[in-house]
């Protein structure tokens, strides 16, 4: 990760929403990103981190840039990419 | 027309401009169906019935359990036992004598669902779990007959508003594709009491506006509310041209022109 100093645009923001903020080791990230890939190529390469990142599941759902993705949804550095767990209970 | 009675009775909508007697005689003529008589049903149906929504539909096949009665607000200590339909018809008639309350004390099947949305200014979805969701999507999409979804789990919810009328509108398929039951449910992992009932009455606010009109609803966008930390987030929700809920009744719109 890199030094907080300047928010480097080769980089994506990722935040944790609802029951995630609470179970990952931290509610945001800046994480690397220097080129185009996808939402799920993103998530994959979080939760390879491992432990608690592991939560970061594909049933999960996703915005990028406060609008709705689907898990094929390019990111681009720069993006705000925000994961958050299907809620149906009543 | 509204009695006398009524217009003092509803006097606090009519004051509002958005509403207004023409707002309140649309409440008054319209009917509403509400699946689910739980903790966001409860107040949304309550706050229907204050309203002066003047026909309600309220489907659950359950029972009143001693464990509903921490959120689900409608039923009451003398409710224990009874089907949740029942003693919600029992308690909003006694909120409002003034209005029609039906009770189907069942889960509706795929043809009742369907003739019920058909007869619905309104659907309002608070069930459990996405099968029943899901079917209550497609009855809305198939007579176009707007959808307003919230849903709560421990400390966190979400909503949105889904008009099959508008051509643009996402559908609730749009949001969550048909294909899981994964997420958790209050039966089995707990909710915070007062956030159904923010949730529930949120329903409700967002019925009156489809109603009367009135300012924006949520069509095109969830939000989240997070509860433990008192955060909403607001994100947009378009509609998924290749939604396979969808994409049949949008098509078959623009054909019809």
Known sequence: MTSAAEPSTAAVTVLFFARLREELPQPRLHWPWSEAGTVNEL????????????ALTED??????????????????????????????? | MLSDNQLLRYSRHIFLPEIDIQGQQALADARVLVLGAGGLGSPAL?????????????????????????????????????????????????LNPDIEVDALPRALDDDELQQQAAAATVV??????????????????????????????????????????????????????????????????????PLVGMLGSYQALEVIKLITGAGTPLIGRL??????????????????????????????????D
Not at chain 1, 43 to 54: L, M
Not at chain 2, 160 to 174: E, H, Q
Not at chain 2, 229 to 252: D, I, M, Y
Request: proline residues 6%.
């Open chain 2, 223 to 256: 939000q989240l509310f997070d509860a433990r930390h008192g955060e909403w987030q607001t994100l947009r929700l378009k509609r998924n041209p290749e939604c396979p809920a969808c994409a049949s009744f949008v098509a078959s719109d623009t054909s019809r």
């Open chain 1, 60 to 90: 999960l759902l996703v915005a990028v840039n406060q609008e709705m993705a689907g898990p094929e949804q390019t990111v681009k550095p720069g993006d705000e990419v925000a994961f958050f767990p299907p809620v149906t209970g009543g």
């Open chain 1, 43 to 54: 998530r994959r390469d979080i939760a390879a981190q491992g432990n608690d990142w592991a």
């Open chain 2, 124 to 193: 309002v979805v608070g069930t459990d779990n996405f099968s029943s969701r899901h079917a209550a999507n497609r009855a809305c999409l198939s007579t176009g007959t707007p959808l307003v979804s919230a849903a709560a789990i421990a400390w966190e919810a979400q909503i949105s508003t889904f008009d099959p009328r508008l051509a643009d509108s996402p559908c609730f398929a749009c949001l969550y594709p048909d294909s899981n039951e994964q997420a958790l449910n209050c039966a089995e992992t707990g909710v915070v009491s």
């Open chain 2, 46 to 94: 309550m706050y229907l019935a204050a309203a002066g929504v003047g026909h309600l539909v309220v489907s659950d096949p359950d029972v009143v359990e001693l464990s509903n009665l921490q959120r689900q607000i409608v039923h009451r200590q003398d409710s224990l036992d009874q089907l949740k339909a029942d003693s919600a018809r029992r308690h909003l008639l006694a």
